[in-house]
Every structure is written in structure tokens, then in C-alpha cells.
């Protein structure tokens, strides 16, 4: 809080930048539509090309796992699958982990190289896989018939991923050729037809 003459106004506070601060910001509304969606309606088509919502879940874990694991984090053995699980026990199960090992200086500190420059772990993981929470959950709600609407801070962190990653967004697994959307597109139809996703 500040004093403006004689009353109080309230000053935004930075919000913490810590690995572990930045995925929970990511993860959370994840998590929340997850647990409130009908495993079932997952097992419908996502617009990732021949995957169900419940592929979306588990490409998550998969890919999230297998970076952090390379990195020397300690996660634990086996993974936790969807199928054995379900979606959102598997998610929690998993995001739980990730969680700890970013809160702990030792895995998520140090230096890491990236395509574009070195890195720490925790803010490459960010950068990589930070993109992928928001994205993958608007493909996790579109499989279930769920809107999801991006906040403003998720599109500027959307929109900064895909010009930071340049002409790699278009190589091999990563994002289709973008699709043309009319002048009158909101914001975040914009930014999801340059990730290859058709957002109508």
C-alpha cells in the first residue's frame, strides 16, 4: 500500500519469478479444469492430430518427465499413466512432483543450454514447457466441449513464446503451419491459429 495525499492506494506487488512460483501460476487453472472435467468426455478427439483429450494429459506428463529427468531431477519411478490413474490423478500425481523439485534450488539452478542461449533449468523448463500448460489446456477443454478463455497475462506469455521461438514453432512435434483468421479475430483466436490451431 502507498499514501496518495492522505489516502491509501494499493500498489501491485511483483508476483514471484521462482520456478516453483511460475509453474504453480500455470499449472493451477490445469489442475482445476481437469478435476472438474468427466474423464469420459477426454476420450473424445483434441485438435492435436490423432489424440484424445486423455493423449493430451498424458503427452504432458510424458514430455514434462523426460526434461526434467535429463536434467538430474529425482522424480519418482514408475510414472503415473491416465490409463492407470485416470486424468486427473495421474496430473496431480505428477504435477505434485515437479512441483517439489522446483522449489528445490539443487535440480531447477543450474545452468542449462537451450536453442537459444543457456538457461537455468527451472526457467528453460518455463520457457518450453510453460507454453505448453497454457496451450495444451485450451486442446484438454475443446476435447472435453469446455470453454477456455486465456487471461490477459497468459496471452502476452503465449504470444512471447511464439516469437521467441521463432522458426522453430513449425519444426517437427512442435506446431502445424498457422491458420488464417478473419480481421475481427479476438485476441486469443490470434494467438492460437499461429500455434496451427484452428480456434472456430
Known amino acids: 500500500?502507498?499514501?496518495?495525499?492522505?489516502?491509501?492506494?494499493?500498489?501491485?506487488?511483483?508476483l514471484p519469478r521462482d520456478a516453483a512460483s511460475v509453474f504453480d501460476r500455470k499449472n493451477t487453472p490445469l489442475m482445476r479444469l481437469i478435476d472438474v472435467t468427466d474423464p469420459r468426455s477426454l476420450e473424445g478427439s483434441s485438435p492435436c492430430e490423432g489424440w484424445s483429450g486423455l493423449d493430451v494429459?498424458?503427452?504432458?506428463?510424458?514430455?514434462?518427465?523426460d526434461f526434467l529427468l535429463k536434467a538430474g531431477a529425482d522424480l519418482p519411478d514408475p510414472a503415473p499413466t491416465v490409463a492407470a490413474l485416470g486424468p486427473a490423478t495421474a496430473w496431480r500425481?505428477?504435477?505434485?512432483?515437479?512441483a517439489r523439485q522446483?522449489?528445490?534450488?539443487?535440480p531447477a539452478e543450474p545452468a542449462y543450454g537451450t536453442p537459444?542461449?543457456?538457461?537455468?533449468?527451472?526457467?528453460?523448463?518455463?520457457?518450453f514447457f510453460g507454453f505448453d500448460?497454457?496451450?495444451?489446456?485450451?486442446?484438454?477443454?475443446?476435447?472435453?466441449?469446455?470453454?477456455?478463455?486465456?487471461?490477459?497475462?497468459?496471452?502476452?506469455?503465449?504470444?512471447?513464446?511464439?516469437?521467441?521461438?521463432?522458426?522453430?514453432?513449425?519444426?517437427?512435434?512442435?506446431?502445424g503451419p498457422a491458420v488464417e483468421v478473419g480481421t475481427d479475430a479476438s485476441r486469443q483466436d490470434r494467438a492460437?491459429?499461429?500455434?496451427?490451431?484452428?480456434?472456430?
Not at 527451472?122 to 520457457?127: P, R
Not at 469446455?146 to 516469437?163: G, N, W, Y
Request: proline share 3%.
Open 1 to 14: 500500500m502507498a499514501v496518495v495525499g492522505r489516502r491509501w492506494q494499493a500498489v501491485a506487488m511483483p
Open 57 to 65: 494429459v498424458q503427452h504432458l506428463i510424458d514430455t514434462q518427465r
Open 93 to 98: 500425481t505428477h504435477a505434485e512432483a515437479v
Open 102 to 106: 522446483l522449489a528445490d534450488d539443487t
Open 116 to 127: 537459444f542461449g543457456t538457461s537455468t533449468v527451472g526457467a528453460a523448463f518455463d520457457q
Open 133 to 175: 500448460l497454457i496451450v495444451h489446456r485450451w486442446d484438454i477443454g475443446r476435447a472435453a466441449g469446455v470453454p477456455v478463455d486465456f487471461s490477459e497475462r497468459e496471452l502476452e506469455q503465449v504470444e512471447t513464446a511464439i516469437a521467441g521461438f521463432g522458426e522453430h514453432i513449425r519444426g517437427e512435434g512442435v506446431c
Open 192 to 200: 492460437l491459429a499461429l500455434t496451427g490451431r484452428d480456434p472456430r
